[in-house]
């Protein structure tokens, strides 16, 4: 069954109850922003790939939220309900799952995104990795 909110997450083992991991967390953070730190220009030719690399940060952060506060989520959509229901960011989940479906069209269907666009989806990353910290 395809989730469709928090709990259809957790009923259907997508997220899982974990005790807490601080450590793993504070790692995965650390991962991100030496990730973020590396990105040193955005070109025509390595926008997307910087996207990706934003993408993968915002993924680390979320996993670290969710670990520092006993889940452990084993997807992007349901880490997308976490913002949303458990976090109750809208904001935040809206920016997270159009990004996410960039990236599954760039990485699943290898569909570039033209420059702009790219520079676009950068700056919502952006945005959103600020909204988590």
């Known amino acids: 069954m395809k989730e469709t909110n928090w709990n259809d997450c957790l009923t259907n083992k997508s997220a899982k109850n974990i ?21 040193k220009e955005i070109n025509e030719k390595n926008c997307n790939f910087v996207f990706e690399d934003y993408y993968t940060s915002i993924l680390e952060l979320l996993q670290a939220i969710t670990f520092k506060k006993g889940y452990n989520v084993l997807n992007h959509v349901c880490l997308g309900f976490y913002l949303k229901d458990i ?8 920016l997270f799952d159009d990004l996410r479906f960039k990236r599954n069209s760039l990485t ?26």
């Open 19 to 39: 005790t807490p991991d601080i450590n793993r967390a504070e790692s995965l953070i650390e991962t991100a922003n030496e990730r973020i730190s590396l990105i």
């Open 87 to 94: 976090l109750q960011r809208e904001d935040l989940y809206s």
């Open 108 to 133: 699943y269907y290898g569909s570039r995104m033209d420059y702009e666009t790219a520079k676009q989806a950068i700056e919502k990353c952006r945005r959103l990795i600020k909204g988590l910290q």
